[in-house]
């Protein structure tokens, strides 16, 4: 009798073992863009090995999906279904989350990667000369966040930015006919990303207007942003958790190692360009991820988007905030706010407060 229930036991235990042993490991897919330096946090802790060690703890894998430059965006892959995180421009994603595109913000990643230039014979000297001149702003969409971001600036300067009596149009061309157009005269103002912004200022001389990493309304809160889908956070949060780690300390890493970072990503073939010229270009950002100072980039940037009319005046902002920006505490799951790295020793400290300030460079324009 003993030794039937012996075989019995053992049959079942075999049986139990098997089923887990064939269970579907829970996979996230990572979206990151190519050929620009806003996704280098997500590039690091990809090169190295941050999500390999974040998903490995929790027993989860990760997917790279990678995106080309002027392909398509980490928006779309997310509706489609066929991502479940990535990073984008904080100011590009209020609107289409006010409107149903099912992400929430887990961690900021750097400040500032967008520029404005005039040509050297521009007459406009200061962003207030804008003010009744009825000028042209080459863009490269009516959805990017250059257009957000201009927006907040002249409102704030009492330049009128919106309705019959602007002073302003945008007008959208390609990223790569911007230059031209502000050479030829057909626009007066453009906004690009970098690296193609520092690239086209270095090679046709132009003269910088506004830049959002040493603007000081801009140099304080970030730009870039990392965020997963609803449906991973609703289902999966160890692996969103996972993800918001991993970048956290890629952005960390980079604030460290700039330089390390730009060879990673070279290396890789992810981005153009030159190791000194990315490096100064990732030193001219601030790397400091801190979930707290994201939550106060989020309710200033949608406080002013309402003001300007690019968020609906009906909307709550503190429930928009709520809904999107994921508590992980709330499900006992621990991220720290941050993470600062030691380069010489090669190791991680988690950060509990907001860092006094995000900023490195202050430029009054």
Excluded at 31 to 43: E, K, N, Q, R
Excluded at 117 to 129: A, C, E, F, G, P
Aim: aromatic content about 8%; some cysteine.
């Amino acid at each position: 009798m003993n030794f039937k229930h012996l075989i019995k036991t053992t049959l079942i235990s075999a049986l139990l073992f098997g089923a887990s042993a064939f269970a579907e490991i829970k996979t996230v897919r990572i979206a990151h863009y190519t050929g620009v330096l806003c996704s280098a946090p997500v590039h690091t802790a990809w090169l190295k090995g941050f999500f390999d060690e974040e998903f490995k703890k929790i027993g989860q894998k990760y997917e790279m999906v990678p995106i080309a430059e002027g392909s398509g965006s980490v928006n779309d892959l997310i509706v489609a279904g066929k991502a479940d995180a990535g990073n984008e421009l904080l100011a590009t994603e209020l609107q289409p989350i006010q409107n149903g595109l099912p992400i929430i913000f887990v961690t900021g990643v750097h400040t500032g990667c967008t520029k404005f230039y005039v040509t050297k014979q521009s007459t406009i000297k200061k962003l207030k000369d804008l003010k009744g001149r009825k000028s042209k702003i080459g863009v490269i969409g009516l959805s990017d966040s250059s257009i957000m971001t201009f927006k907040r600036k002249l409102r704030d300067l009492g330049v009128v930015a919106d309705g019959p009596e602007a002073d302003i149009e945008f007008v959208v061309y390609g990223a790569s006919d911007l230059p031209l157009a502000l050479q030829k005269g057909a626009v007066d103002i453009i906004a690009l990303h970098d690296p193609t912004a520092t690239t086209a200022e270095e090679e046709y001389g132009f003269r910088k207007l506004l830049d959002t990493a040493t603007d000081p309304k801009f140099a304080v809160e970030y730009c870039c942003i990392a965020f997963v889908s609803l449906k991973l956070w609703k289902e999966n949060p160890e692996g969103a958790a996972a993800f918001t780690r991993a970048v956290a300390r890629g952005s960390a890493f980079i604030n460290a190692n700039p330089r390390e970072a730009a060879r990673l990503q070279l290396a890789k073939d992810i981005v153009p360009g030159s190791e000194d010229f990315n490096t100064k270009l990732l030193e001219s950002y601030t790397h400091i991820p801190s979930r707290k100072a994201t939550i106060r980039t989020f309710r200033t940037v949608a406080t002013e988007l309402q003001k300007t009319g690019v968020l609906k005046k009906k909307l709550n902002i503190e429930k928009f905030i709520t809904n999107h920006f994921a508590n992980f505490a709330s499900k006992g799951i621990h991220v720290p706010d941050g993470y600062k790295y030691d380069k010489d020793t090669g190791t991680f400290t988690e950060t509990t407060e907001e860092p006094k300030t995000l900023a490195k460079n202050i430029v009054e324009n």
